[in-house]
């Protein structure tokens, strides 16, 4: 088993700035891939960012240029750093972390973009 704790959802000003974090524990592998879906009300889940063990990344078009994602293997933390930020941005964040067994989502958390 794997529990996700994540952090760092809250409500900005469109243009603004949020660091998303999700910090892994449990039975981890080395070989695993996280990252972030989202879903915004009444829109399916969608993939913004991932992240392999090994550093190599994946963003979506929606969010090339204004978002990163980075981890710290050390502490099984996954980090989503969002910048200029936009009212579709908004939505429920869900870090997940997937290994060759199993795949794992946390509670999700809140990021809300006023215009």
């Known amino acids: 088993q794997v529990q996700l704790v994540e952090s760092g959802g809250g409500l900005v000003q469109a243009g603004g700035s949020l660091r998303l974090s999700c910090a892994a524990s449990?039975?981890?592998?080395?070989?695993?891939?996280m990252g972030w879906y989202r879903q915004a009300p009444g829109k399916r889940r969608e993939k913004v960012a991932d992240i392999t063990n090994g550093g190599s990344t994946n963003l979506a078009d929606s969010v090339k240029g204004r978002f990163a994602i980075s981890r710290d293997n050390a502490k099984n933390t996954v980090y989503l750093q969002m910048n200029s930020l936009k009212p579709e941005d908004t939505a429920v964040y869900y870090c997940f972390y997937s290994d060759h067994k199993s795949d794992y989502w946390g509670q999700g958390t809140q990021v809300t973009v006023s215009r």
């Open positions: 449990g039975s981890i592998f080395s070989i695993n891939v």
